[in-house]
């Protein structure tokens, strides 16, 4: 069962406005995944360009909300597939990459609670590909319930977003690190529990 805690169920409503006219006038969810591939690399961009945290904040919500359109509108045409699913998931990893790199980019060299950009931008992508990772394999070994802890993607980036309007990325770079890590130890300790519970039913 899906969390009740998570930050896309806020969006829910705003989705399917989008997802809705868009599945009706034939557009494919891929081109929407896609879609939200450039929105992710124009935030990175211009975050390098300008220095506007500000408007990488609006970009990098736009890309996740998108995220969001792309399932919706697959749904609603009854074309939700494996193929689907899985360019999905692989093009979230590149977006994040993109999200989270840009900022060890702008501001290379600088450092914050005694460590430099570079190493806590290292610290959110290998913790966000962690949480993603330990989800994956635990569905794979026959774990029902996946969406646990607090920091699924969708709060991870609406926590970027609300520091990088608030034009203190660099905390938010920090916050989304740590929820990364935690949730990613979480989920590895629950589904570690439930795999080796159901080996002892067995």
């Known amino acids: 069962m899906p969390s009740k805690f998570r930050v896309r169920r806020i969006f829910k409503r705003l989705v399917?406005?989008?997802a809705r006219p868009l599945a009706r006038a034939g557009v494919q969810p891929n081109t929407i995944t896609y879609f939200s591939l450039l929105l992710a690399l124009l935030a990175a961009v211009m975050l390098i360009i300008t220095g506007s945290s500000i408007v990488y904040g609006i970009l990098v919500f736009l890309s996740g909300l998108f995220d969001g359109v792309d399932g919706a509108v697959a749904r609603e045409q009854n074309s939700v597939s494996d193929f689907g699913a899985f360019t999905d998931s692989v093009?979230?990893?590149v977006s994040e990459i993109l999200i989270l790199g840009s900022?060890?980019?702008e501001y290379s060299?600088?450092?914050i609670l005694g460590l430099r950009i570079?190493?806590?931008v290292i610290l959110a992508i290998s913790s966000w590909m962690l949480t993603s990772y330990t989800r994956s394999r635990a569905s794979n070994s026959g774990v029902e319930d996946l969406d646990i802890g607090l920091g699924g993607r969708s709060e991870r980036l609406f926590l970027l977003v609300v520091f990088s309007i608030l034009n203190q990325l660099f905390w938010g770079l920090v916050i989304v690190s740590i929820v990364g890590i935690l949730t990613a130890g979480y989920r590895f300790y629950k589904y570690q529990n439930e795999i080796?519970?159901?080996k002892r039913l067995d």
Do not use: F, P, T
């Open 91 to 93: 093009v979230d990893k």
């Open 16 to 18: 399917l406005v989008i």
């Open 103 to 105: 900022i060890a980019i």
């Open 118 to 120: 570079e190493l806590w």
């Open 196 to 198: 080796a519970q159901r």
């Open 109 to 111: 060299g600088l450092s």
